[in-house]
């Protein structure tokens, strides 16, 4: 007797086991609702596929300079959500109807424009209660950004000779990479959500900063200056007692 | 007494912490002086793909597809050359010179080649996070650089390195030029 009640019971608990895993999957189809985070740390894993060498490309580049930034660069994101209530009445003081408007605008930056409209709106017999909300991404970032000379600009013509002395005209400063792997972005903190293509934008502005942040550094005068000196014992080696680079 | 005590320190603690923005702006900078001449750039395309599943299919599973480039240059470091390292007989008009080995200079993997091509996420699964892409982003650059020695770039940029010093010590009048590495 105890032997069949346990029997039952067990019976019963698999059935609900069953019934909720049947649940939740039609309620993830239909609804959407229900999802399932990754359980149990599962792994991640890229599959394994080829690296294909699309292009090989002969340069001289001389780099002297190298910057290097580490930063927390973030990102943030306004919205705004509203209701609209308003009520029209008629002449004997009835409300005619009520209609409820949701929206919800993304705005950057654009808070005062958003408050403006309210403003109006309520002038207009509108009631609206709008609350902000913020959305925010940090990440740090290590960049790195490589600069010198293009020896490959150097023209024959360029170059002279007047004894121990070589005279050779440089081209002019350049950078040549601003270096950001995925490895160079820590995602330190997100509020919200967040797409593949909104990051990707996030982290083109992080690096685009990098690379203002380099110049204002003085990479650019770095190579003109330290750099030039490098290039001169470069082609010092060649054998010459002086290069002066014009 | 005390009070005035209390105060002050409160005072002190309000105006001593900064703000999360004035934290936020801190930046590490730095400049470094090197001497490397890059002699190859390759081009390397890969393919990102990843398809989770958890219990087979039974709960639904997460599938992405993204296409990315990387950039790779490599050439020899020039720190440490000197005349040392070259051997000159203008009477002669010839010249060995010594070249340390080709290695890789720079590896770019830019957000802007990384495009997403195809994603899709069934049944009770979350959509990929944030991290989880940027976890994924991170194995692929780490499969490129694993399989940099296949790639022959270090060849290439020797082959290259020797071409550009031949070329140069031509223009200076030499004829019988060697190139070695160390």
Redesign the interface.
Request: hydrophobic fraction near 40%.
């Given at each position: 007797m105890a032997a069949a009640k346990k029997v039952i019971s067990i019976i019963k608990l698999a059935l609900i086991i069953i019934a909720a895993i049947v649940v939740l999957g039609l309620a993830g189809q239909f609804s959407g609702f229900i999802k399932i985070p990754n359980l149990f740390g599962h792994e991640l894993k890229i599959e394994k596929t080829a690296n294909v060498i699309s292009g090989i490309k002969k340069i001289s580049e001389f780099t002297t300079t190298c910057y290097y930034e580490e930063t927390v660069f973030v990102e943030k994101r306004y919205h705004t959500k509203s209701h609209a209530i308003y009520a029209k009445p008629d002449m004997d003081g009835k409300i005619d109807a009520v209609k409820t408007i949701i929206g919800s605008n993304t705005i950057e930056n654009k808070v005062d424009a958003a408050k403006a409209l309210v403003a109006k709106r309520a002038q207009e017999g509108v009631v609206r209660d709008s609350t902000e909300t913020g959305d925010m991404i940090a990440f740090i970032v290590h960049g790195t950004v490589r600069a010198g000379y293009d020896l490959s600009k150097i023209a024959e013509t360029d170059m002279r000779i007047n004894k121990d002395t070589l005279f050779v005209k440089l081209p002019e400063a350049e950078i040549f990479d601003y270096i950001s792997n995925p490895s160079d972005y820590e995602l330190f903190d997100k509020v919200g959500s967040w797409s593949d293509s909104q990051v990707k934008a996030v982290k083109i502005k992080a690096v685009n900063h990098v690379r203002e942040d380099a110049i204002d550094f003085g990479i650019i005068e770095k190579v003109q200056t330290t750099g030039k000196e490098k290039v001169c014992s470069f082609f010092k080696a060649f054998g010459f007692n002086h290069v002066i680079a014009e | 007494m005390k009070k005035t005590i209390a105060l002050f320190s409160l005072l002190l603690i309000i105006f001593s912490c900064k703000s999360n923005e004035d934290?936020?702006?801190?930046?590490?900078?730095?400049?470094?002086?090197?001497?490397?001449?890059?002699?190859?750039?390759?081009?390397?395309?890969?393919?990102?793909?990843?398809?989770?599943k958890?219990f087979g299919n039974?709960?639904?599973e997460r599938k992405f597809l993204w296409t990315s480039?990387a950039?790779l240059?490599a050439?020899i470091d020039?720190n440490d050359?000197?005349?040392s390292?070259?051997d000159?007989d203008?009477e002669n008009k010839t010249v060995t010179v010594t070249l340390p080995k080709a290695k890789i200079?720079?590896?770019?993997?830019?957000?802007?080649s990384?495009d997403?091509v195809y994603?899709r996420v069934s049944?009770?699964?979350?959509k990929?996070s944030?991290?989880?892409?940027?976890?994924?982003?991170?194995?692929?650059?780490?499969?490129?650089r694993e399989?940099i020695p296949n790639?022959g770039i270090l060849q290439?940029a020797e082959k290259?390195a020797k071409?550009?010093f031949t070329v140069?010590?031509s223009?200076?009048?030499y004829e019988t030029i060697t190139i070695n590495f160390k």
């Open positions: - | 934290l936020m702006n801190k930046k590490i900078q730095s400049i470094k002086d090197m001497a490397e001449l890059g002699t190859v750039e390759y081009t390397v395309r890969k393919v990102i793909k990843a398809d989770d958890i039974k709960l639904g480039v950039y240059k050439g020039l050359f000197s005349t390292d070259v000159a203008s200079l720079s590896f770019n993997m830019p957000a802007e990384i997403s994603s049944g009770v699964r979350t990929f944030p991290e989880e892409r940027e976890q994924l982003k991170q194995q692929a650059e780490v499969a490129i399989d790639f290439d290259n071409d550009f140069m010590f223009r200076l009048g």
